[in-house]
Each structure stands twice: as C-alpha cells, then as structure tokens.
C-alpha cells in the first residue's frame, strides 16, 4: 500500500481559494488512482474528485464541479486539490486516498492519508 500525507488546508474566508497537496511514499504512485474525500462535522464522509493514473480521467462530485480541479503530478509523487469560490459548507477534514483505479478510488479506496482541516467562514 502507499502512504499519503496531506497538506495545505487552514482557515479561508468565503469566496477564496486554497490548494491541497497529498504527498504519497514509495515508487508505484503512479499505479494508483487517487482521490479526495471530506467529512464535515457530524456527517458521514462523502466522495469530492477523483483522477485516474495518468491524469486523463476525472470524477467530481456535483457541488464542487466547477470550482475545485484535481490534478497529480506523477514525478513527483503527488495529487493536488485546488479549490476555488469556497463555501462555508466545504468546511470539513479533507482526506487523500488511493485505489487500484479511478472506480475502486471513488467507492472503497484502499488507502487514506489522515486528513487536513479546511475551513471556511462566512
């Protein structure tokens, strides 16, 4: 299995932007289809994007399409999340996850980093 570390969450207003970054160990990354997941308080954790192994494919779930993008960067070993146009509603611990493909990442990954806080005042 590989090892995901997330970065880049913290506190932004309504309307701004931030960048996730997961870090994955190990030489077979590039195996893996990778996606993000969030939880907010007192919910379940649900499915935000995913990507396939080379880039070429993506998934969204339907209240970030248009504002948050997903992209990896193979070399070096990373899957990004940029988000755009936040809501108070993407508050949440976002987590990092891997899966052997884009289907297996959205529905039961095989690995999960331990999630960065994002939140969003209003």
């Known amino acids: 299995q590989v090892q995901l570390v997330e970065s880049g969450g913290g506190l932004v207003q309504a309307g701004g932007s931030l960048r996730l970054s997961c870090a994955a160990s190990g030489r077979t990354f590039s195996r893996y289809a990778m996606g993000w997941f969030r939880q907010a308080p007192g919910k379940e954790r649900e499915f935000v994007a995913a990507i396939s192994t080379t880039g070429s494919i993506t998934r969204y779930t339907d209240s970030v399409k248009g504002r948050f993008t997903i992209s990896r960067d193979n070399a070096k070993n990373t899957v990004y999340l940029q988000m755009s146009s936040l809501k108070p509603e993407d508050t949440a611990v976002y987590y990092c996850?891997?899966?052997?493909?884009?289907?297996?990442?959205?529905?039961?990954?095989?690995?999960w980093g331990q999630g960065t806080q994002v939140t969003v005042s209003s």
């Open positions: 996850a891997a899966g052997d493909g884009i289907v297996v990442v959205t529905q039961a990954p095989n690995s």
